[in-house]
């Protein structure tokens, strides 16, 4: 008999390739996140005098391009053709629940 996580995965694929191409984005998110925690860490033990000005400009850069796909309409659009009329297993209900919850905080401020 098939586990329930077999049934989730075949849910998936039936969700489409939206929810897909969601958890993708989502996982390049988290490799920028990954980049800035290995780059803070360096500042706080590695880093050679003098280079926090640089240090500084490259984490600005990864936040802003990581702020930019989270909160671009393509990342809107995504969730709410997933979550358009779709039946998700328990756990990428969940999932796309907290990829929204991300996406709205992003965007709940105007850029201006």
Do not use: C
Request: no cysteine.
């Amino acid at each position: 008999m098939p586990s329930s996580r077999d049934s989730d995965l075949r849910v998936t694929a039936k969700a489409g390739d939206s929810y897909a191409r969601l958890v993708e984005r989502f996982r390049r998110l988290a490799r920028f996140r990954d980049a800035e925690a290995i780059l803070y860490w360096d500042r706080a033990v590695m880093m050679p005098p003098g280079a926090g000005e640089a240090r500084a400009a490259q984490l600005a850069a990864l936040d802003r391009v990581r702020h930019e796909i989270l909160a671009s309409e393509q990342t809107g659009a995504l969730i709410e053709a997933v979550g358009a009329g779709r039946e998700l297993g328990p756990w990428e209900a969940a999932n796309l629940r907290e990829m929204r919850h991300a996406w709205r905080h992003a965007t709940a401020i105007d850029e201006a």
